[in-house]
């Protein structure tokens, strides 16, 4: 099983500001499967990236990512008021298909 | 518009039993593979169970496997998870998601349903 751990449990900053998250994996993640989701209170999760750097449909410029191998990083460039979430990465190159265990991103 | 919207959660007793279902409209359900992802109150994501585009192959975490059974019928568009002696720990709201794969690429889940929450207790 490939366990991802992401850093840090939570991130405390300002609107405007960047948001550096981290997920590291126990072993390599082959073909860069590697997405990010975003969960807000409530709702389901949105897949932000795939293929550990594509943005999906309809996500802003503001979201990259990047990464291969065992470390991938997702980064905001300037919070937006909407981008206070959980953030989790997934790999899904096999079974099973496991999360990290989040990243809170929350206003300071 | 892709809907995913599930149904079937409720209050059961520890050793009990439940069928969650899924039900999918909007694109061509029987391309995808498909899964269920559950979180606890308060808690992460935990991935449970997957199932391929013709329902020939499914898969599980450790701590389901032998309680829980996916299944799948691409006629009625309609995904289910048969969950069976259930446990406390398994109290969750259960998110069915879709995943699509075209060759040897595979996509990760893109559209989840809203969820359904099961609780699990005396």
């Known amino acids: 099983e490939i366990v991802l751990t992401q850093s840090p449990g939570t991130l405390s900053l300002s609107p405007g500001e960047r948001a550096t998250l981290s997920c590291r994996a126990s072993?390599?993640?082959?073909?860069?499967?590697l997405a990010w989701y975003q969960q807000k209170p409530g709702q389901a999760p949105r897949l932000l990236i795939y293929?550990?750097?594509s943005r999906a449909t309809g996500i802003p410029d503001r979201f990259r990512a990047s990464g291969s191998g065992t470390d991938f990083t997702l980064t905001i460039s300037r919070l937006e008021p909407e981008d206070f979430a959980v953030y989790y990465c997934?790999?899904?190159?096999?079974?099973?298909?496991?999360f990290g265990q989040g990243t809170k991103v929350e206003i300071k | 518009e892709v809907q995913l919207v599930e149904s079937g959660g409720g209050l059961v007793q520890p050793g009990g039993s439940l069928r969650l279902s899924c039900a999918a409209s909007?694109?061509?359900?029987?391309?995808?593979?498909m899964h269920w992802v559950r979180q606890a109150p308060g808690k992460g994501l935990e991935w449970v169970s997957a199932?391929?585009?013709?329902?020939?192959?499914?898969y599980y975490t450790d701590s389901v496997k032998g309680r829980f059974t996916m299944s799948r019928d691409n006629s009625m568009n309609t995904l289910y998870l048969h969950m069976t002696s259930l446990r406390a720990e398994d109290t969750a709201v259960y998110f069915c998601?879709?995943?699509?794969?075209?060759?040897?690429?595979?996509?990760?889940?893109?559209?989840w349903g809203q969820g359904t929450l099961v609780t699990v207790s005396s």
């Open positions: 998601a879709s995943r699509y794969c075209t060759g040897n690429i595979c996509y990760p889940l893109d559209s």
């Open positions: 909007g694109f061509t359900f029987s391309n995808y593979d």
């Open positions: 199932i391929s585009a013709g329902g020939d192959k499914t």
């Open positions: 072993q390599s993640v082959s073909s860069s499967y």
């Open positions: 293929g550990a750097s």
């Open positions: 997934q790999q899904y190159v096999r079974s099973p298909w496991t």
